[in-house]
């Protein structure tokens, strides 16, 4: 195929289109506004699924590479109630077949997969123009263009892309999270550690809660849920790292100390995320040489699901184009069907999750949907 294909951003599943696409010896060009691959720290750990980000691993041939990144041990849940008293636990016997990797690492094996030019860095789009025969110009920061014969938006929750297909914009979900980190957590801070364990903590409440993931050599990282307006964060000065924490600590008074200390005693400044959500299932008219994956299409509460869901439309959409050689329509027509229903049906389960982790009921519900109670 000679038609330039142009993938607007270098995250997973823009990764993962173009590794496919290049396995099946077709050429694409992803166009990302970091200046090179190490610009920005690539987030936290993933649970990667069979159905969804395994099998896309499998297509790109990277499988046996992400099975050496697997976080031993990761899959294990503990369930705790603010007294740090345990409700509910679970080993990682190996079966659970959602393995956690490091998603900086995991976009490591995808970008080492790929030919050095695949990827253009720093170039931040700045305006698109649709063209005849369902071509588009790509106008970028710097002022250079290029014409592509396929744009492919997988530009996350913000996409410049989006809007030539969607009205909608993300919406404020009612909660913000604040990030941090402890460090050399066994000798430092045990308690935590312990509190923590060997992989997974959740210690939820109505409306507000902490997660924490133990990640490689020691490092607890954690996610403060508060239930908060959105313009809460403007109130806090996380420049401040002793006086925001407290801040957000002061949310969480009377909990057990182990519990607190993942935010007191974060050894980075507190990040706040504002969770946002697109208001409508991903679904839109068949627009020539033009289609969404990932975030970008279908920005949803975290659940475990985005990041899977990311790979596996970029391997879908890139085994569509394969499927269809010489008709890119015929292509994107095949990978749209497949996704609407299948970005619905995420997004009615993330927000299932998010009410069970959140709602009156918590923790209880969400023990529930660990143990298969009331299904």
């Known amino acids: 195929m000679t038609k330039h294909i142009a993938i607007v951003g270098a995250g997973l599943g823009g990764l993962m289109l173009a590794r496919v696409l290049h396995v099946h010896g077709i050429a694409a060009t992803v166009y990302e506004a970091d200046t090179s691959a190490h610009a920005r720290t690539q987030g936290g750990m993933l649970d990667i699924h069979q159905d969804t980000g395994q099998s896309a691993l499998k297509a790109a041939g990277l499988y046996q590479q992400f099975v050496a990144l697997v976080h031993p041990g990761g899959e294990a849940i503990r369930v705790l109630d603010k007294d740090g008293a345990v409700l509910f636990e679970q080993a990682d016997d190996g079966t659970g077949g959602r393995p956690e990797v490091l998603r900086g690492e995991l976009r490591r094996i995808l970008l080492a997969s790929l030919p050095a030019t695949t990827i253009a860095w720093g170039h931040k789009l700045t305006a698109l123009e649709a063209l005849d025969g369902g071509r588009h110009a790509l106008v970028f920061a710097d002022g250079a263009t290029v014409t592509a014969d396929l744009l492919v938006g997988a530009d996350g929750a913000w996409s410049k892309v989006r809007p030539l297909l969607l009205d909608a914009k993300p919406v404020y979900a009612g909660k913000t999270f604040v990030e941090t980190f402890l460090f050399d957590s066994d000798r430092r801070h ?186």
């Open 190 to 375: 045990p308690a935590s550690a312990a509190a923590v364990g060997g992989g997974a903590l959740f210690v939820m409440a109505s409306g507000q809660g902490i997660f924490a993931h133990r990640e490689p050599h020691g490092v607890l990282h954690a996610y403060v849920a508060l239930n908060k307006p959105e313009d809460w964060m403007a109130t806090v000065d996380f420049t401040d790292r002793t006086g925001a924490l407290a801040q957000v600590a002061q949310e969480f008074a009377g909990w057990a100390p182990a519990l607190t200390a993942l935010i007191t005693a974060s050894d980075t400044d507190p990040v706040a995320r504002a969770i946002k959500t697109l208001p409508i299932a991903a679904a839109w008219e068949r627009r020539p040489g033009l289609t969404l994956l990932g975030d970008a299409a279908h920005l949803m509460v975290p659940s475990g699901e985005g990041a899977n869901l990311a790979m596996y439309d970029g391997a879908e959409l890139a085994m569509a184009i394969v499927a269809h050689p010489g008709d890119l329509e015929a292509a994107l027509a095949a990978y749209e069907r497949a996704l609407f229903p299948r970005a619905a049906n995420a997004a009615d389960g993330a927000r299932d999750i998010f009410d069970r982790c959140f709602g009156p009921d918590a923790p209880r519900s969400l023990i529930e949907m660990f143990t298969g109670a009331g299904e």
